[in-house]
């Protein structure tokens, strides 16, 4: 899941916990902490970055903080450190996850000596339940938050699962989507290539001035995209035309998507019963197409639940993230030599299990917001997920006898595929549950 986009939209949000008053979205200048343990064997991961707003215009920039150095310490003993693997990302050891019952707390210094700690979070001593069931239904006002400000269908999924009776019980839940993705790589002033460029200047007195000739080498391998030389002086091709090319999926490729929103649960008024109809998770309605969803039920420490449901709260009195009142959400990390440096975001430990769901859409029905663009439906195959991820429609390299922007010597079988890279938001392994 991406607690980490919700908590970079949650800026300036609410002064429900820990109020900071009178720091105006306009002076907005704080540090945002996401990292919470699980008991799963997956990437354990903490995400920093820093967040600032325009003081005219009071837009919001995100920068990861990069060069930090993190620890995690178990049971106020061991100090397992970090590794950043990506601009903001740190990872705890491959083989590191929470253990139910345990304390942990986080620990970092910035490049600048700069030091922070959160408070000591112990995982909850009980299993997570189960969860029995989900069910789905279709909602043309499903989302909380509308797409691009107006597009709200989806569909909304229902859990069902048994309440334990031996403790009192706070509970979140998040997910994660496959969608089945056809285009794998855009080429911005340029085309994609297979193989190696080699590139040769010719000189010209024509109509065509100077100009690069590009010619596909064999002798290497590429697989990537090879943008346009700076034209030299005197060309046809000054200024470089801005344009870009979309290549099709050489394989099998799914986008995975996360959800952003906050969605918890206290058992005060259910403990020990049968948990049944309450619905844990909105998923836009992309494309007419199947999708696989996993729902993710996790326990909250009690302070966890406080900082959660203070946003949710805050989310749904306001109508979207996007209504920011002039405050922000500090959490349980702090600047160890001075506390009033604001600090969004919460670090904590929960026990956590999912189960996953074969959406088939069928029951949907109107427009996809991946047809609700300006030019509605494009028709070629993957265009509605394309244009989620776009806003816009795929625009394929020409084939002959159209002549693309860029043409390279003795390539065959233009335009090429391009492999599926994986990444945190794309995968070439066919996800568990998925139906062909």
């Not at 056809?182 to 040769?200: E, K, L, M, N």
């Not at 069928?362 to 195959?381: E, H, L, N, R």
């Amino acid at each position: 899941m991406r607690l980490f986009l919700t908590l970079l939209l949650a800026v300036g949000l609410v002064s429900c916990v820990d109020p900071v008053d009178g720091i105006l979205l306009g002076t907005v200048d704080v540090l945002v902490v996401d990292g919470i343990i699980n008991n799963l064997p997956e990437p354990q991961v903490i995400r920093l970055n820093r967040s600032k707003s325009d003081p005219f215009t009071g837009q919001t920039g995100f920068t990861p903080i990069t060069g930090a150095t993190i620890e995690v310490v178990v049971d106020s003993a061991e100090a397992i450190p970090c590794h950043e693997t990506t601009e903001g990302n740190y990872q705890l050891p491959s083989d590191f996850k929470g253990k139910i019952g345990h304390a942990y707390q986080l620990r970092f210094s910035l490049a600048d000596g700069t030091r922070y700690a959160s408070t000591q979070q112990i995982m909850p001593a009980y299993p997570v339940p189960a969860i029995n069931k989900l069910t789905a239904r279709f909602n043309p006002k499903s989302l909380r938050t509308p797409l691009d400000g107006f597009y709200t269908a989806g569909h909304d999924l229902f859990v069902e699962f048994k309440d334990p009776v031996e403790a009192h019980n706070y509970y979140r839940w998040d997910w994660k989507i496959w969608e089945k993705q056809q285009w794998c790589r855009t080429c911005q002033q340029g085309v994609y290539a297979v193989y190696g460029i080699r590139d040769s200047l010719v000189l010209s007195n024509a109509s065509r001035g100077n100009y690069y000739i590009y010619t596909e080498d064999r002798s290497t391998r590429l697989e990537d995209c090879y943008r346009e030389l700076t034209p030299p002086a005197f060309s046809y091709r000054t200024p470089l035309p801005n344009y870009a090319y979309d290549y099709m999926c050489r394989t099998n490729c799914w986008e995975i998507f996360y959800s952003h929103d906050i969605t918890v649960f206290d058992d005060v008024y259910t403990n020990g019963g049968l948990i049944t109809g309450l619905k844990a998770a909105q998923i836009p309605f992309y494309t007419y197409n199947p999708c696989l969803v996993e729902v993710r039920q996790s326990s909250l420490t009690v302070d966890a639940y406080g900082y959660f449901k203070a946003i949710q709260d805050q989310t749904e009195r306001t109508g979207g993230l996007a209504d920011t009142p002039p405050s922000v959400l500090a959490g349980n990390v702090h600047n160890v030599a001075n506390r009033k440096e604001v600090v969004v975001g919460f670090f904590s430990a929960s026990v956590l299990t999912s189960l996953r769901y074969w959406l088939d859409r069928k029951d949907a029905s109107g427009v996809s917001f991946g047809g609700s663009g300006p030019a509605g439906y494009g028709g070629d195959v993957g265009s509605e997920l394309f244009y989620v991820l776009n806003r816009r429609q795929p625009a394929m390299e020409p084939t002959p006898p159209a002549i693309p922007q860029m043409v390279i010597q003795n390539s065959l079988n233009r335009p090429p595929t391009a492999f599926c890279l994986p990444s945190d938001t794309r995968t070439p392994n066919k996800p568990e549950g998925w139906r062909d």
